[in-house]
């Protein structure tokens, strides 16, 4: 109770305390997206040949597909042109080890408190940081490739592991999956990969930090993470943003390959900078996540905490195409002040014996609207699939909107689906029992609103816990009386 | 593809035959949508799953209005007429258009008027025909029921007078000639409660003949203060007619209504069952239950619109689903900023029986008032093996074990059949549906 409460005195200083600029050399391209560009991008990084084809493969399709219009979100038109599509801190030649990067980019991921220094090395995450279009810094690298668990930047995968990452980039999500997508592959600058190879179990948390800092950039990062029979990881990921009055463009892709009873926990604490009270400035999330259960009896799960951005578009989504594979689905979205999100995911499920689960968590206050979207489908072969869906809205104030969309398809008379979803508002009894016990209207709020969302925090690992309930108090922070 | 000029000119005759008037402008408003619409395709949200263009690829309908007079005697009507006619109004429309001459008013002048729309849109009741009918377009936007609206024509206004309570139900029969051509037939129907009313309605639908009907309908019911309505759709036609049916109820009073929609036959079904609720403290409960077998394909789309405080709703959809059937369920429940003190429930449970089947359903809820109270849960799943076993322990054999517990599974719909003789109708039905002995 008194860590909230001082989280709460906290942010009465200090709204969205990631919100500093690092001031920082940074190498940037004109703005505005074409071959040129996409060219530029391939040559900077030094890629292969077939990287440039992919790319411009990728872009040819993006100039014939239109922008999604089905999500529940309203922003004004983005202009494509008008975006920074590479921006990169300057580093002096190839980093020999952590002590000789930027001091000044160090400081930065102090004040976020995030190791790279292995000074932490308690802590026990392996961490992978990617500032603006670039990963800077990677840390416990050698413990890991000891074991042979590959953890670096994908420009570093391509160079290094070009077979890999030929094999599986583009084979969760394909370059034409979606506007976003396509977008992404065409002009993605970096992101993490990670490879856990045959029946290792990753004995530390991995993670990657993405952090926008330059003024009009758009952040286009491409995540790959394979793992061989028999092996696990777990993942994190977290993301903030300095506050700056235009909106910038987030468009990431996530890939997850899950091999025979593999499995793959991945955990997102979203924290993107929301946009002022009026509803100026903040990053538009326009996201996508999938991963492939191919063998049998693998698993892979999504946790996150959505509490940043101003639009957050985005479904975790698994394909269930392993014999007896699992797919969870867990998610708090909180919306405030002008905030939107349209979130939720996608199980399809295609093989024997699939199950899983999705637990969704929406809480809505200000003008904010917050949207559950999700797909069930069980496909003919999905004999004895299996799913549980439950989605529960809460609304505080109302001025705000909460809204369910989950499609269910069915095409096999084995499978079993059920979905339930409830809205309401806090219980006055609820909140009244609190106060009568001298707890305050806005930390009694708190309270509740945690325990509303502890079924989600609970599958978050505990590095993340702490800082995921800190958050949503942090965000909840003026939203009630 | 529609050819949107093949109805251009229907209308165009229609216009210049009955140019006059409040119809002939909502007419012209509905072939405006419609010309720059088209006909829903699965690209728009709400027709994701049910495609209707494909019953237009190279068919021509015969309209209503090519035919004149209608070619059907009372005769033809006893088979379709439901248990009970003989203590009930009974109307009748064929190929769409209403026929006073087939149909039986029994209730007194004091408590049932059923006059012809052009009819009524001239006489005392001018001022109902202009402000409610047409109103179900604005919830409405999609080209199929535009095509309803172009063509409004023959239709019928039944209105149920202040405080009287209908002691005979209404049924209303739409039989469809399809014994020589392709008919399309798009009944048309503005139904007013005043004050404190009370009446039954019952609906079925019949298709005479091989060829194919598409009957388009659409059905507005504007109900007021403690008015209480009780409607039920039994939809049991062949394999060859098809269907879009709009029912739009508008509670515009502290009201009460009672829907229940029964399908179990035909081509393709789209239902739109639009609940508004205009008024504090409404109530209302839609049911259904669609039971499918061999092509057939019932999309039941429900919406619920909570636009003022502490009304009350609750839908429960029932579906089984065989052979190459698909089932869909749409459930939209809305709340808006003002509704506050809402409680609005919806459950939607499905059986599929074979592989080949499919079950879609999208409950979604839309909610803009923190005070409220909405839940919303669906399944999709098989017959209990526990239970089955059950049974069979006790020399039941399979089939009929299955059967009894699908019989067990539509009875809680079937029993929201308040009429007593039409319940055990279709419970016959149903019970025929799954092959049970008497």
Redesign the interface.
Known sequence: MKEELNTLEQTVLNDYKYGFVTDIDTDIVPKGINETLIRLIWAKKNEPDWMLDWRLKAYTQWQKMEEPKWPNVTYPAINYQDIIYYAAPKQKGQLKGLDELDPELRRTFEKLGISLDEQKRLSGVAVDVVMDSVSVATSFKKQLSEIGVIFCSMSEAIQQHPELVKKYLGSVVPMTDNYFAALNAAVFTDGSFCFIPKSVRCPMELSTYFRINAENSGQFERTLIIAEDDSYVSYLEGCTAPMRDENQLHAAVVELVALSKAEIKYSTVQNWYPGDKEGHGGIYNFVTKRGICIGEHSKISWTQVETGSAITWKYPSVILKGDGSIGEFYSIALTNNHQQADTGTKMIHLGKNTKSRIVSKGISAGYSNNSYRGLVRAGKGATNARNYSQCDSLLLGDKCGANTFPYIEVKNTTAVVEHEATTSKIGEDQLFYCKQRGIDTETAVALIVNGFAKEVMNQLPMEFAVEAQKLLAINLEGSVG | MVDVNHFKDRFKQLQSASPDGQIARIRLKGFDTFSKTGLPAPRN?EWKYTSISGLFNDKEYHFAADDGQPVFTRSDLDAIRLPGHQGANELVFVNGWFMPMLSAIRSPDDQLTVLPLEDAAKGIYKKQIKEHLGQSSRYIKDGIHALNTSFIYGGVFIHVAKRRELQYPVYLYHLSDAREHHTLCQPRSLIYMEEGSKMQLVETFKTIGTSDSFTNQVMEIVVNNNALIEYYKIQNDAANASQVSTTHIRQIGRGYAHAVTITLNGGIIRNNMNLILEAAGNEAHLYGLYMLKGHTHADNHTLVDNREPGCLSNQLYKGIVDDNATGVFNGKIMVQ?QA?KTNAYQSNK?I????N??????????????????????????LDETALFYLRTRGIPIENARAMLLEAFTEDILDQVKPKLLRKHVKQLIREHLSIKK
Do not use: M, R, W, Y
Request: aromatic share 2%.
């Open positions: 949200e900023p506050q499905n599929l029986l074979s592989d089947a499919g079950i879609n359903t999208k409950p979604q809820l839309e909610i803009f008032a923190d005070d409220v109270k909405c839940s919303h849960g669906c399944t999709v799943g098989q």
